[in-house]
């Protein structure tokens, strides 16, 4: 028994959708992998600006304290992931089992809502996805930001995987919040209502996730898109300072810093303030 609930989950959904900025939208876009629910905000004339959450039970819904200052320059939107916790409706017959997958995906996102080019953003495992997008669609991304991303540069510690793996064979909304709470060490700064939604995607009946090896160091060396690298100081995912090191030594174009005091789940949603100023100082250089 999963103790799965659509009616609750849909209820802690829209209580954190409910953080996003008053004019906010919600757009369905079909790709052939199903459809995808896309939450927009921002000016329909500004520079589009994707935003991919972390894998899991995150939906698109955790970026709401980046949203309001984001959309003051940017046209946001952020998907929920096919096949993931979250609105969107995978098709019964078909999957993404592929990078290649994934970028049709993306490629069928930005075709629905008429967007030649954007930047890019992502959290996690959102940031892994981004990445690989960006390595194979070059002209589509202008810049690309990845936040704390996992499996990109370096990969899981080992104690992390342990203390993941009863939340990932027996997910419940108790194991979600003991793990939550252990990797951001005590769980503090975490809103009452993000949790609330990360504990009602237990049993969630999401698809396989696609997942592969890290970028190979050649690609990374020839990717010709900016980057900005923000690494979570007290991370138990991975050690964050050699994933930055690491990018650093092989993206061309990349700017790296460590945000001191969260740890990787507590992105986005319990960022350190400057962060979406710090992402909009970035996304405005030409």
């Known amino acids: 028994m999963t103790g799965y609930d659509s009616e609750v989950f849909r209820g802690a959904y829209d209580d954190v959708l409910a953080k996003w ?17 896309v939450n927009a905000c921002g000016p329909r004339e ?4 994707f935003l991919l959450p972390g894998g899991g039970p995150a939906t698109s819904v955790s970026w709401y304290a980046q949203t309001a200052e984001l959309a003051r320059t940017r046209r946001i939107y952020a998907p ?4 993931a916790p979250g609105l969107s409706a995978p098709a019964a ?5 592929t990078v290649a997958d994934l970028a049709a995906w993306l490629d069928a996102l930005l075709d629905g809502l008429g ?8 959290h996690s495992y959102g940031a892994w996805i981004a990445l690989h997008y960006a390595l194979r669609a070059p002209s589509r991304v202008r810049r690309l930001f990845l936040l704390d991303p996992t499996q990109c540069f370096a990969g899981y510690r080992a104690a992390y995987l342990l203390h993941a793996l009863p939340m990932l064979l027996r997910p ?26 990360q504990e009602a995607a237990a049993g969630f009946p999401s698809a396989k996730p696609v997942t592969g090896p890290r970028p190979s160091p050649e690609a990374l060396r020839a990717l010709d898109v900016p980057v900005l690298l ?5 991370s138990r995912t991975h050690d964050s300072r050699e994933v930055a090191a690491r990018a650093a030594a092989m993206l061309p174009h990349v700017e790296t810093a460590v945000l001191p005091d969260v740890s990787h789940h507590a992105l986005p949603q319990a960022a350190p303030a400057a962060l979406a100023r710090r992402l909009t100082d970035f996304l405005s250089v030409r």
């Open 93 to 97: 017959d078909r999957h993404p089992r």
């Open 115 to 122: 967007v030649a080019g954007t930047d890019l953003g992502g």
């Open 230 to 234: 923000l690494v979570a100081a007290n």
């Open 21 to 37: 900025p008053a004019r906010h939208e919600a757009l369905t876009v079909a790709t052939p992998f199903g459809d995808t629910r």
């Open 172 to 197: 419940s909304p108790r194991r979600v919040r003991a793990f939550l709470e252990w990797e951001t060490g005590g769980g503090a700064a975490l809103d009452p209502d993000w949790l609330t939604l």
């Open 46 to 49: 500004a520079p589009a600006l």
């Open 80 to 83: 929920d992931l096919i096949g």
